[in-house]
């Protein structure tokens, strides 16, 4: 895969997709793990004395312009991190963005408006990629997490220019089609989060090669129903039943089930609950987290694993009540000697909600797109740079 550090730099205008889909809380970034993730690129660029020209989508605003998505919060943020004041466009294309773009200095930034503000980004519109192809002379995508989606930015611009992949990107690939490919034994995986539908691809692609599948979270429901367990209120996907079963059949024993489960009296943060066995989920109660003995047999089947897999949360760890789970997985890989890699929005946010990700080998920036890698697809984004 062609990289930056292929391509020379030096002067040039370079156009870098990055994924700065961060969250917001009263116009400021709530959480920058995302924009510190692409700090390498955007370090080296400047080193290298490049035009740095970024942009990214921000939420779903629709094709039209909505003022809270705007990145301006973002570029205050990057310019802290990178002590380098941010220049913010008021779009990402047009007269005024091509002329500031033309008059940038080697070293400076460059950062584009919301590309979703315009129809033709999610429509990979060849016109509207051409616009933003305009601007530069070199572009660069380090936007992983935004790869499985083929968008202007993310794909049509790619084609359109002398195009790499960023270090971020770089990094994600290289790690992961490790994983997916040549994985170290034993080889563990720990599988968690709301549904098994979204899981089903990733565990079709890695069950053979995998020595042990833990499965806790809402997933867990949907296996113990089809064991024939009743789950109460608990969250399960009926449509997803034989699935489960064929899955239990084919998987068997290196298939691990949670054996007892937090069980709440409702969906809240102040619910009652306690922990049960996994056959005495009361009426009316459900599973929000798995339980004490379930985490101490997960840490068993753990030991001696040489890669340790993690996608979901074992349980609804937004509510500190329902949070035990999880976070003992995460203490428990951030002390494991085996490599360790976790993947999923929600993962990588508990993983840095208690500051661990440096004890990790990888985590993932990517959702969708480390689910599609994962699965053995190619990713529209990556593709485009010359990378099946
Ligand atoms: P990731 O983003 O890491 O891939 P998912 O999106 O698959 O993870 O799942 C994360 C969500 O799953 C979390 O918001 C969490 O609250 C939810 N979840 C985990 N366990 C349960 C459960 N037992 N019941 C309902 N929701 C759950
Ligand atoms: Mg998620």
Not at 153 to 163: C, F, I, K, Q, Y
Not at 213 to 234: I, R, Y
Request: proline share 4%.
């Amino acid at each position: 895969m062609r990289t930056v550090r292929d391509v020379d730099v030096s002067g040039r205008r370079v156009l870098v997709r990055v994924d700065f889909n961060v969250p917001l809380e009263d116009g400021e970034v709530a959480d920058d793990t995302r924009l510190r993730a692409s700090l390498p690129t955007i370090t080296y660029l400047l080193e290298r004395n490049a035009k740095v020209i970024l942009c990214s989508h921000l939420g779903r605003p629709g094709g039209e312009v909505v003022e809270e998505l705007r990145l301006d919060p973002i570029a205050k943020r990057l310019s802290e991190l990178i002590d380098v004041g941010v220049i913010k466009a008021g779009d990402c294309v047009g007269e005024a963005v091509e002329a500031r773009a033309k008059d940038l200095e080697p070293g400076q930034v460059f950062l584009l408006e919301n590309t979703r503000f315009h129809p033709g980004e999610k429509a990979n519109d060849h016109k509207f990629a051409a616009r933003l192809a305009g601007l530069a002379e070199i572009y660069v995508n380090d936007a992983f997490a935004a790869a499985h989606r083929a968008h202007a930015s993310t794909e049509g611009v790619a084609h359109l220019l002398p195009s790499a992949a960023g270090l971020l990107m770089e990094r994600e690939i290289e790690v992961l089609r490790r994983v997916r490919e040549n994985p170290k034994h034993p080889f563990a995986a720990i599988f968690g989060g709301a549904k098994i539908s979204d899981k089903i691809g990733i565990l079709d692609q890695l069950m053979d090669r995998m020595e042990m599948v833990l499965v806790g979270g809402g997933m867990a429901n949907t296996f113990l129903k089809a064991q024939g367990h009743e789950m109460g209120e608990s969250l399960v996907e009926e449509a997803s039943l034989d699935t489960a079963r064929e899955i239990l059949e084919a998987a068997g024993e290196k298939l691990v089930l949670p054996v007892d489960l937090v069980v709440a009296d409702a969906f809240d943060a102040e619910a009652k609950h306690h922990a049960v066995l996994v056959d005495q989920v009361p009426p009316g109660w459900r599973a929000l987290d798995v339980g004490p003995r379930t985490v101490d047999l997960f840490r068993e089947k753990l030991k001696g694993a040489k890669m340790i897999l993690w996608n979901g949360p074992l349980g609804v760890f937004e509510m500190e009540l329902f949070s035990k789970g999880t976070y003992a997985i995460v203490g428990t890989l951030a002390e494991h000697e085996a490599e360790t890699i976790t993947g999923g929005g929600e993962t990588a946010a508990a993983v840095n909600e208690v500051n661990l990700a440096d004890k990790m080998t990888h985590v993932s920036t990517g959702g969708g797109a480390f689910l599609t890698f994962m699965e053995g697809e190619t990713l529209p984004g990556v593709a485009a740079l010359g990378e099946g």
